[in-house]
């Protein structure tokens, strides 16, 4: 960057993305909008959270409390993964994690799905994107879109609930069963993704992110035969050149290599790996994300400022670096440690 270059918030998030010059990384955290905060909480009574999601006035107002309260530099809209998959015919209900009515284990369940276009099966979901646009164009800040992986998705659908100890034995069962039936719902599952990240970017969203929460549980191998094929036919299917493509990979100290070779313009990691490592091995293939461990958030305003000059000093070695959280907003996370930590971003020194 030239001296006294000045970046608006949607040009330091773009180029960073894309491993342009920047004066310093731009700030944003998953989970953002969420029970941490007072005002959500407001907007949230009585409301159940995928009425939330379909309502688009209490959605575009979730969605936009991060920027007006905390200091974040970037919205995503308010959502959940599993939006898009109500559209497949599943039936899901939240309690509060997604719950399957009829958990999809054959490949006879698989050929039952539909194949819906995401614009007629959750048009809300484009009605926020379109609104949200609206409101950040004249302010200059990016909107982020996202959608679940397919194979975090599949744990759910398989599972018919979520699994605390990471375990998924219905899923992994199906795999030693019948691996071409386990890959025909991934293979619906990317269609889905593709066809819904594309019509995000149409209706707003300047940055798009996978979420893969569950596939770090997988050994290298399994990953390479179930997950690597699915998740670069997404990155390859997404519209790019219009959004930058950032993958999320939680617990994947093992898999960045992999998480490399899948394409994204920026990968996304958890709070047990190392950013120093993902950057030196990202180098110019791809920028990082992350990855302060979200409970250090409640630590001294001075020691987040520490930590976040930290991580900023070992991403370094990649192209470009968004700073964010290794995983979500915990919901006893303080409100002072998010603006500490967005007012940390904002005091680095510039890039070199």
Same mark, same amino acid.
């Given at each position: %960057?030239?001296? !006294?270059?000045?970046?608006?918030?949607?040009?330091? %998030?773009?180029? *960073?993305?894309?491993?342009?010059?920047? #004066?310093?990384?731009?700030?944003?955290? %998953?989970?953002?909008?969420?029970?941490?905060?007072?005002?959500?909480?407001?907007?949230?009574?009585?409301?159940? @959270?995928?009425?939330?999601? +379909?309502?688009?006035?209490?959605?575009?107002?979730?969605?936009?409390? &991060?920027?007006?309260?905390?200091?974040?530099?970037?919205?995503? @809209?308010?959502?959940?993964? $599993?939006?898009?998959?109500?559209?497949?015919?599943?039936?899901?209900? @939240?309690?509060?994690?997604?719950?399957?009515?009829?958990?999809?284990?054959?490949?006879?369940?698989?050929?039952?799905?539909?194949?819906?276009? &995401?614009?007629?099966?959750?048009?809300?979901?484009?009605?926020?994107?379109?609104?949200?646009?609206?409101?950040?164009?004249?302010?200059?800040?990016?909107?982020?879109? $996202?959608?679940?992986?397919?194979?975090?998705?599949?744990?759910?659908?398989?599972?018919?609930?979520?699994?605390?100890?990471?375990? @998924?034995?219905?899923?992994?069962?199906?795999?030693?069963?019948?691996?071409?039936?386990?890959?025909?719902?991934?293979?619906?599952?990317?269609?889905?993704?593709?066809?819904?990240?594309?019509?995000?970017?149409?209706?707003?969203?300047?940055?798009?992110?996978?979420?893969?929460?569950?596939?770090?549980?997988?050994?290298? #191998?399994?990953?390479?035969?179930?997950?690597? &094929?699915?998740?670069?036919?997404?990155?390859?299917?997404?519209?790019?050149?219009?959004? &930058?493509?950032?993958?999320?990979?939680?617990?994947?100290?093992? =898999?960045?290599?992999?998480?490399?070779?899948?394409?994204?313009?920026?990968?996304?990691?958890?709070?047990?790996?190392?950013?120093?490592?993902? *950057?030196?091995?990202?180098?110019? +293939?791809?920028?990082?994300?992350?990855?302060?461990?979200?409970?250090?958030?409640?630590?001294?305003?001075?020691?987040?400022?520490?930590?976040?000059?930290? =991580?900023?000093?070992?991403?370094?070695?990649? +192209?470009?670096?968004? =700073?964010?959280?290794?995983?979500?907003? =915990?919901?006893?996370?303080?409100?002072? !440690?998010?603006?500490?930590?967005?007012?940390?971003?904002?005091?680095?020194?510039?890039? *070199?």
């Amino acid at each position: %960057m030239a001296a !006294g270059a000045s970046l608006t918030r949607t040009e330091r %998030m773009l180029r *960073a993305c894309r491993g342009e010059p920047v #004066d310093r990384p731009p700030v944003w955290l %998953m989970r953002q909008a969420g029970r941490y905060l007072p005002a959500y909480r407001a907007v949230r009574e009585g409301v159940g @959270f995928l009425e939330m999601c +379909r309502d688009v006035e209490r959605a575009v107002e979730v969605s936009l409390q &991060p920027l007006r309260l905390v200091g974040t530099e970037a919205v995503v @809209f308010f959502s959940d993964i $599993f939006v898009p998959v109500t559209g497949l015919g599943v039936e899901v209900a @939240f309690a509060p994690g997604p719950r399957i009515a009829e958990p999809i284990r054959s490949a006879r369940d698989v050929a039952r799905l539909r194949e819906p276009d &995401p614009r007629d099966a959750v048009p809300y979901v484009f009605e926020i994107l379109r609104r949200l646009r609206g409101v950040l164009e004249p302010e200059a800040v990016p909107l982020i879109g $996202f959608a679940g992986a397919p194979f975090t998705l599949a744990t759910y659908l398989v599972e018919g609930q979520g699994d605390p100890a990471r375990t @998924f034995p219905e899923l992994r069962a199906w795999m030693a069963r019948e691996p071409e039936g386990v890959r025909a719902l991934l293979e619906r599952l990317a269609a889905l993704t593709i066809a819904y990240l594309n019509a995000q970017i149409v209706a707003g969203a300047q940055v798009v992110q996978l979420f893969d929460t569950w596939a770090g549980c997988l050994d290298r #191998d399994t990953y390479l035969r179930f997950v690597q &094929p699915v998740n670069r036919a997404v990155v390859e299917g997404v519209k790019r050149a219009a959004a &930058p493509f950032i993958l999320y990979t939680n617990q994947a100290s093992h =898999l960045l290599d992999e998480l490399l070779e899948t394409g994204p313009d920026v990968i996304s990691v958890g709070p047990e790996v190392e950013l120093a490592e993902a *950057a030196r091995r990202a180098g110019s +293939r791809a920028s990082v994300q992350g990855n302060l461990d979200p409970v250090l958030l409640a630590a001294p305003r001075e020691e987040i400022f520490r930590r976040v000059a930290a =991580l900023a000093a070992a991403a370094r070695p990649a +192209r470009g670096h968004v =700073l964010n959280l290794g995983h979500g907003c =915990l919901p006893e996370t303080p409100v002072e !440690g998010v603006r500490a930590f967005t007012d940390a971003a904002r005091a680095l020194a510039p890039r *070199a």
